[in-house]
């Protein structure tokens, strides 16, 4: 856009308004709008930046008009005298002047310098490209999840420029798919999975390796998910190689596996064409999670399963012939299973299983002999009705260890004797290894900590509440840190007992508590139960009057 003077025919300035809009694809308002601050800001150079000078000009005819303000204020808060004037002074020349008052002067339209039209210029330059970029990033922030078209305008190091018509997206070398190369002007199919707003512009972010493209794919190639009949619950994919899908039916009477596959695998092949033929298994999605872990690990065949769900860890057992595929290549298999169900998947085999269950009967086997001196036969059956504690023993209902095949209530109750004596005797061991081991009293006061906790505490030299309020998390559970370029595993204070992140934080936030170093957090009341009249029931002010 050029500026030869502001006495320039009005008719030229729409039309040159109305030109950059249409090829910016922004409004003409904005470009108007840009106009009138750039030769607002001419203006200020030519009359003096101190003065209030606007500039207006008519969307229908082109008309300008530059308008210099002079505004009232209070005689103790004049700082600008071209701008600003006094109520004093003002009343002068104005009987009817008042604070906030302004005055206008139209001022002549003039012929803009050299400096004044190239700094001109500038300011339209730098509005219109603002108004581009806000333009491309309100169109595209909505669009997040949706494939685009496009055509591929340079490739830098790996990393695609995609031109999508109205924007520009950028695909990262991460993003694409290995062994998938891109020529300038090649056509190119990609997800939107993040719009940013930046400084030198949206960012429109592509992708041809998220799950969420294969997702999209399935629902431009099926029209059952497309509809929303058929849910894709989550996709995990090791982009090029291999992919999982877990697909559910809203309709029953549709199989959601054979629709995505299509007759004679139709559906499914034209999506594993664009994924520069990528395997894709489909699976049936289960609100049973050991269901659909099962269904995640196919085509291996599963024996077993057990959920940890503290963790978000499960044990999955297979046959000895089976391990191989279960984990597949490179343990591909087992890694998208495991992001597939959002479980921590480890696979033993059946052999494994069968041998750890083996070790774990014969331990239990021989703690229930030395602990309560009895023939293997006897420690045997209570392992084998599943006891696996001496603990278990000693507090658990006599009729219980009586109705066992072979016992009676004299041998029910010797067992509890003599399992009660044990621990009582293991508790006087500990109590005094405690003591010999320096261990303060006050460590066995903090909530969570056990004797044999306080024991193994003081093996690794905390001693004190102090000492055990000072540790971190990693200190107490055992955690991995960097010595050089080595990842070393450093052993926890309470690591034999296998605590939780939220349990080891427990003890430490009940250790600060009893140290005095923080106050203990508040706990709720419950709120307490009223008849249908607002007053509190009989039950309520008996437990109160207890």
Partial sequence: MSFTGISANRLELLQIADAVAREKQISKDVVIESIEEAIQKAA???????????????????????????????????????????????????????????????????????????M???????????????????????????????????????????????GEGIMRRDQSIPREAFQINDRIRAYIYDVRRETKGPQIMLSRAHGGFMAKLFAQEVPEVYD???????????????????VFSNDSSIDPVGACVGMRGSRVQAVVAELQNEKVDI????????????????PAEVS?????????????????????????????????????????????????????RQKEFAE?????????????????????????????????????????????????????????????KEVAELDAKRVALGVDDDLLTVNGITLAMAVALGEAGVKTVEDLADLATDEIRGGYEQRGADRVK???????????VPDAESLILNARVAAGWIEAPEVEAEPESYDDEGSATADDVAETEQ
């Fill in 490 to 500: 450093v052993a926890g204070a309470l690591e034999s007992f296998s605590l939780s």
């Fill in 120 to 166: 001109a210029r500038q300011v339209v330059t730098h509005k219109v490209r603002e108004a581009e970029r806000e333009r491309q990033y309100d169109e595209f922030k909505d669009r997040v999840g949706e494939i685009v078209n496009g055509t591929v305008k340079r490739v830098e190091y790996g990393n695609v420029v995609v031109d999508l018509g109205r």
């Fill in 283 to 298: 699976i049936q999605w289960s609100p049973d999670d050991a269901t659909f872990i099962v269904n995640a690990l196919a």
């Fill in 364 to 424: 239990r086997t021989a703690l229930f002999q030395e602990a309560l001196d009895v023939d293997e036969v006897i420690a045997q059956l209570l392992v084998t009705e599943g006891f696996t504690t001496v603990e278990d023993l000693a507090y658990i209902d006599e009729n219980e260890i009586a109705v066992i095949e072979g016992f009676d209530e004299d041998t029910a109750s010797e067992l509890q004797a003599r399992a009660r004596d044990f621990l009582e």
């Fill in 44 to 118: 200020r150079s030519r009359y003096g930046a101190d003065h209030d000078i606007r500039v207006h000009i008519d969307a229908r005819t082109g008309e300008m008009t530059i308008t210099r303000y002079v505004t009232v204020v209070p005689d103790e808060e004049l700082e600008n005298e071209y701008a600003q004037k006094s109520l004093t002074d003002a009343l002068k020349d104005d009987k009817e002047a008042f604070v906030g008052k302004s005055y206008e002067e139209v001022l002549p339209p003039f012929e803009l310098g050299r400096v004044q039209t190239q």
């Fill in 228 to 246: 929303g009949v058929i849910e894709i619950k989550s996709v995990s994919r090791d982009p090029g190689s291999r992919a999982k899908m877990a």
């Fill in 304 to 356: 077993k399963v057990v959920l940890d769900e503290e963790e978000d860890r499960v044990e999955v057992v297979v046959p000895d012939e089976q391990l191989s595929l279960a984990i597949g290549r490179r343990g591909q298999n087992v890694r998208l299973a495991s992001q597939l169900t959002g479980w921590q998947v480890d696979i033993i085999t059946e052999s494994q299983d069968s041998e750890r």
